[in-house]
């Protein structure tokens, strides 16, 4: 054996013997112990002998990585205690590394190893021993969970505030691992294979409020948001069917009961993670990023998921209101009409015939309306659409020369700029430019070059204005003169 192999064998026999006591661990002891483990060092316990024993607090699913511990474990409170919630976070790291391309034992050249492999089956089938065993893992609906919330890593983290102006519901995710493809796509596969070969799959949680917080597609989809690339080729409807089966065909647990709960709850759902992923496949970035600049230009997979969804949502059923958009998908939604804002703009302001002239597009105006009319009822997302539409419409005007605003320009329509829509500008007086008032503070209006006659100033300053007489001012006068006429008349008389 060589010395990096019994290395790691001794890293993992020290790993797991940490992590036996942890529950008899104090607060420091527990620092520690985190701070000694680290990353590298639970990699390799990954990679230690298969004898290796189990974990008493997080669990390895498979005998493995996806560490068992319910957001509610730990802490006096009820809640995941700092040193927890790292330790997590830290797990959640050494499982993407084991998983990842660079791992022999993860997906090397894109294809999952037969350790990866085993990992997903066991989380999936269990591990075959009898329930009253200590290293009897069940699979099923709960097991996967406990793999997708560690792919997740959000245990420990602060609950999204939609009343907090600055808040965002990516700020849990920003520093969490990012997944490899292959892994993530043969999570997604291994999931979608198990509900559709189970009919009774989330029995007991299927039609009430807690089959939203047991669906392990929400772990799955909030891992697969910080990896677009992988998302855009797991949802690429060109080439799967996997984007019409999250769309239409999966039956959610919990999802008759969905649009009933709090609105607290329903953002925090595995809708709202599935619409997160979406974003993501449809975009290419991460959620939370900033949008691309327009006019932005998506691939053909990208732009073929955008269309797919908007036009899923563009229909006569609604969720829960009159909106025939869910709350769960407003905030992602509103962030992908942000993206496609120069295609969005086009829509909106001209009579297409066609598709698009940035992504190819072929959404109807009044699909299109109503679905920003969903989108809508969240502040916070109608915000971003307002904004992505008024940059296309100011890059647009900034095409035009200065000339187009002072002369009447027949090129100037707003059809050809980019993205503006196709009405003719109003014509408008030309803006007076301000300066310093000289000696003083404030400002005094400049006469502009192209203005009326009767507007300029003189050589040597004065002006030149001709003062018309107040319109009531000129009729009263006609008044009295004629009343003076009539009374002449009747004197000669």
């Known amino acids: 054996m060589r010395a990096e192999e019994k290395q790691q064998a001794e890293n993992g026999r020290e790993a797991a013997g940490l992590y036996a006591r942890w529950e008899h661990l104090d607060d420091k002891e527990r ?49 995941l205690s700092a040193a927890d919630a790292r330790l997590y976070k830290a797990l959640s790291g050494s499982l993407a590394t084991a ?35 200590p290293g009897s893992i069940g699979g099923g609906a709960a097991t996967l969970k406990d793999l997708t919330d560690l792919m997740a890593a959000d245990a420990g983290d602060k609950a999204y505030d939609s009343n907090d102006k600055n808040a965002s519901p990516y700020d849990k ?42 669906d392990p597609v929400k772990g799955l989809m909030n891992a697969m948001s910080r990896n677009p690339s992988a998302s855009t080729h797991y949802f690429d409807p060109n080439t799967t069917d996997n984007l019409k089966y999250f769309l239409e065909d999966r039956k959610r647990p919990g999802g008759e009961v969905e649009f009933k709960m709090p609105e607290e709850t329903q953002r925090t759902s595995a809708r709202t993670e599935f619409g997160a992923a979406l974003e993501a496949a449809a975009t290419g970035r991460e959620p939370g990023s900033p949008l691309h600049g327009v006019p932005a230009h998506h691939d053909g997979a990208q732009a073929a998921i955008f269309e797919r969804i908007a036009k899923e949502y563009t229909g006569e059923q609604t969720y829960g209101t009159q909106s025939s958009l869910p709350l769960a998908m407003r905030t992602s939604m509103g962030n992908m009409i942000g993206d496609y804002a120069s295609d969005v703009h086009q829509i909106l302001g001209k009579n297409m015939d066609g598709p698009t002239d940035f992504n190819n597009l072929t959404i109807e105006r009044g699909d299109l309306t109503r679905l920003m009319r969903g989108v809508a009822e969240d502040p916070k997302a109608f915000g971003v659409m307002h904004h992505s539409q008024s940059v296309v419409s100011a890059e647009g005007l900034n095409g035009f020369p200065p000339d187009s605003y002072r002369k009447e320009d027949p090129e100037m329509r707003l059809g050809q700029a980019v993205g503006v829509g196709s009405r003719p500008p109003r ?37 030149r204005r001709r003062r018309r007489a107040p319109a009531h001012g000129r009729l009263r006068h006609g008044r009295v003169h004629e009343r003076a006429q009539r009374q002449g008349r009747r004197g000669n008389s």
Do not use: C
């Not at 189970?198 to 917080?213: L, S």
């Open 31 to 79: 620092e520690r112990a985190a701070a000694r483990r680290g990353r590298q060092e639970f990699a390799r316990l990954l990679r230690a002998a298969d004898d290796e024993p189990q974990l008493p607090g997080p669990r390895p699913a498979g005998g493995r990585a996806a560490a068992r511990r319910e957001p509610g474990d730990g802490g006096r409170d009820g809640q």
């Open 99 to 133: 998983t990842g391309p660079d791992s022999s034992i993860g997906s090397p050249g894109g294809v999952i190893s037969a350790w990866t492999d085993k990992l997903i089956t066991t989380a999936r089938d269990g591990n075959g021993l009898p329930t009253r065993h």
């Open 173 to 214: 995710d920003k520093g969490d691992p990012v997944y490899s493809e292959a892994f993530l796509h043969e999570v997604g596969d291994t999931i979608r294979e198990w509900e559709t070969d189970n009919d009774d799959a989330y029995d007991g949680v299927m039609k009430n409020w807690q089959g939203t917080p047991e």
């Open 427 to 463: 014509r408008r007086a030309p803006r007076r430019h301000l300066r310093p008032r000289p000696g003083g503070e404030g400002h005094q209006r400049l006469e502009p070059e192209d203005e009326p006659p009767r507007h300029r100033r003189t050589p040597d300053g004065d002006p």
